[in-house]
């Protein structure tokens, strides 16, 4: 066997081992126990933040700044576990392009992010991002008020003061903008994001917003459902002298992934691709009619984008990515730590004990609580999404 060859075999053989290995790797991340562990950790650890966040009720009288302070880092400990399982457990990568006279910015001001909202997991891919630029746990959103209940996430986000909405503007109006207005004295750098479409895209309601587009003689848009105008130009008249900018934000994944929460839980890894833009509020039109038609604009920019990527495999400009940062890994293992300990001792427990009784109710317990995580993964899941723009019409119902 010649060298090349004997070469050639080193190297397959090698990259049949490293493959071997990355294929047995694969299959630990999809074992059921694994995803057990991990729903365990974030579900146990996240009510008791939940149950600490409850408890600085009272600071809040002495001191609201040192309240939200508090609860900023508490908040941490749960979204962080999420990104940890983007980051470190799925190993997705999410490269960012961007303006590289932005990026010193980012993260040191408050921003409104305009993103598109096609995917299962963008609001995680945003909180990456969040992560790198050390905003993470003030982050906010305008999200729908049916958020604010599920357990964890929802009620953790009442802490943080998120902007909920129903969906329906002769209510929003006035409650979206009490709520920006409370934000406006917020002791942290935060990161505001806003779905302008208010939805996810699925082909139906794409249809449906395009019908109005074509009522209202503006141009379809070909990746994007057409931007609810109202709650945008309400965020930045009430964040304007608070938010700096706004970060128009343009997602997709490589090679049409459709990446879903399960698929990050089975350690599927995917390629996110990001391509920010940074525009200084005061490029904004204050005036309602003018505002709508500079995001109509803006939502034609972004769906040239989306065409740029689906012809090239890129956005226009350089890569400039945000390293990832070891936080929100070494949070993880600190609550797996503290939490799995005395889950063993407990199994240990149990088995000694050999109570038929305590078996068959740990068992129910367990189930009880992974049919709850597995509905909460549901709230990400279009297919389960709501009936919101299916119709032409504002539903009563969202
Ligand atoms: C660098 C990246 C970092 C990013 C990460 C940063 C932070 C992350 C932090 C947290 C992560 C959070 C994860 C959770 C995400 C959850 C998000 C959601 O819940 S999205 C859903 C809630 N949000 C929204 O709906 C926002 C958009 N909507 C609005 O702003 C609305 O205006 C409103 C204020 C909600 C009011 O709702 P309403 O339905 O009454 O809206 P409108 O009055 O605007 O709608 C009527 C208006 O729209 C036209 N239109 C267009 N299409 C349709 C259609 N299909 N059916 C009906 N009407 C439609 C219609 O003609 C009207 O037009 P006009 O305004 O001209 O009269
Ligand atoms: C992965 C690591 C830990 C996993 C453990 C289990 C985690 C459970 C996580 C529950 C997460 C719930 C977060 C809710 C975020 C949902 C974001 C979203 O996209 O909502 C949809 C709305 O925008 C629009 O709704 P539709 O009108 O499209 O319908």
């Given at each position: 066997?010649?060298?090349?060859?004997?070469?050639?075999?080193?190297?397959?053989?090698?990259?049949?081992?490293?493959?071997?290995?990355?294929?047995?790797?694969?299959?630990?991340?999809?074992?059921?126990?694994?995803?057990?562990?991990?729903?365990?950790?974030?579900?146990?650890?996240?009510?008791?933040?939940?149950?600490?966040?409850?408890?600085?009720?009272?600071?809040?009288?002495l001191s609201k700044q040192l309240?939200?302070?508090?609860?900023?880092?508490?908040?941490?400990?749960?979204?962080?576990?999420?990104?940890?399982?983007?980051?470190?457990?799925?190993?997705?990568?999410?490269?960012?392009?961007?303006?590289?006279?932005?990026?010193?910015?980012?993260?040191?001001?408050n921003a409104i992010v305009v993103?598109?909202?096609?995917?299962?997991?963008?609001?995680?891919?945003?909180?990456?991002?969040?992560?790198?630029?050390?905003?993470?746990?003030?982050?906010?959103?305008?999200?729908?008020?049916?958020?604010?209940?599920?357990?964890?996430?929802?009620?953790?986000?009442?802490?943080?003061?998120?902007?909920?909405?129903?969906?329906?503007?002769?209510?929003?109006?006035?409650?979206?903008?009490?709520?920006?207005?409370?934000?406006?004295?917020?002791?942290?750098?935060?990161?505001?994001?806003?779905?302008?479409?208010?939805?996810?895209?699925?082909?139906?309601?794409?249809?449906?917003?395009?019908?109005?587009?074509?009522?209202?003689?503006?141009?379809?848009?070909?990746?994007?459902?057409?931007?609810?105008?109202?709650?945008?130009?309400?965020?930045?008249?009430?964040?304007?002298?608070?938010?700096?900018?706004?970060?128009?934000?343009?997602?997709?994944?490589?090679?049409?992934?459709?990446?879903?929460?399960?698929?990050?839980?089975?350690?599927?890894?995917?390629?996110?691709?990001?391509?920010?833009?940074?525009?200084?509020?005061?490029?904004?039109?204050?005036?309602?009619?003018?505002?709508?038609?500079?995001?109509?604009?803006?939502?034609?920019?972004?769906?040239?984008?989306?065409?740029?990527?689906t012809q090239t495999g890129r956005?226009?400009?350089?890569?400039?990515?945000?390293?990832?940062?070891?936080?929100?890994?070494?949070?993880?293992?600190?609550?797996?730590?503290?939490?799995?300990?005395?889950?063993?001792?407990?199994?240990?427990?149990?088995?000694?004990?050999?109570?038929?009784?305590?078996?068959?109710?740990?068992?129910?317990?367990?189930?009880?609580?992974?049919?709850?995580?597995?509905?909460?993964?549901?709230?990400?899941?279009?297919?389960?999404?709501?009936?919101?723009?299916?119709?032409?019409?504002?539903?009563?119902?969202?």
């Amino acid at each position: 066997m010649d060298p090349f060859q004997l070469e050639m075999q080193c190297v397959l053989s090698t990259g049949g081992e490293h493959s071997r290995k990355m294929g047995l790797l694969q299959l630990l991340k999809s074992q059921f126990i694994c995803h057990l562990i991990i729903c365990y950790v974030f579900l146990v650890s996240g009510l008791i933040i939940n149950l600490l966040q409850l408890c600085t009720l009272p600071l809040w009288l002495l001191s609201k700044q040192l309240a939200r302070r508090v609860n900023v880092r508490l908040a941490y400990c749960i979204s962080s576990q999420m990104v940890a399982a983007l980051e470190w457990w799925s190993g997705t990568e999410c490269t960012l392009y961007t303006d590289p006279e932005s990026y010193p910015l980012y993260g040191n001001e408050n921003a409104i992010v305009v993103m598109n909202h096609s995917f299962e997991i963008d609001f995680l891919c945003g909180w990456t991002f969040c992560e790198r630029f050390g905003v993470l746990g003030s982050s906010k959103v305008l999200a729908k008020k049916e958020l604010a209940y599920v357990p964890v996430i929802g009620w953790m986000w009442y802490f943080l003061e998120i902007v909920f909405c129903k969906r329906r503007w002769e209510e929003d109006r006035t409650t979206v903008a009490h709520s920006l207005q409370n934000l406006q004295d917020y002791p942290e750098n935060f990161w505001f994001l806003l779905f302008c479409e208010g939805t996810r895209l699925t082909p139906k309601k794409h249809q449906v917003s395009m019908q109005v587009a074509e009522s209202k003689g503006l141009p379809k848009l070909k990746y994007h459902l057409l931007p609810r105008t109202k709650g945008f130009w309400i965020t930045v008249q009430n964040l304007r002298g608070t938010a700096a900018a706004v970060y128009d934000s343009t997602l997709n994944f490589r090679n049409n992934e459709t990446p879903t929460l399960l698929g990050i839980l089975n350690g599927k890894k995917y390629h996110a691709d990001l391509y920010v833009r940074r525009i200084p509020l005061e490029l904004i039109p204050e005036d309602e009619a003018e505002c709508a038609a500079w995001l109509h604009k803006l939502y034609q920019e972004k769906d040239s984008f989306q065409e740029q990527y689906t012809q090239t495999g890129r956005f226009p400009g350089p890569i400039v990515s945000p390293p990832c940062r070891p936080w929100s890994l070494i949070n993880w293992l600190f609550w797996s730590c503290l939490l799995l300990y005395p889950l063993g001792l407990l199994l240990a427990q149990l088995i000694i004990s050999g109570s038929i009784l305590t078996i068959v109710t740990s068992v129910a317990l367990c189930s009880a609580a992974s049919l709850g995580v597995r509905w909460m993964i549901g709230q990400t899941e279009i297919d389960k999404g709501s009936n919101y723009g299916n119709k032409e019409v504002p539903l009563n119902n969202n």
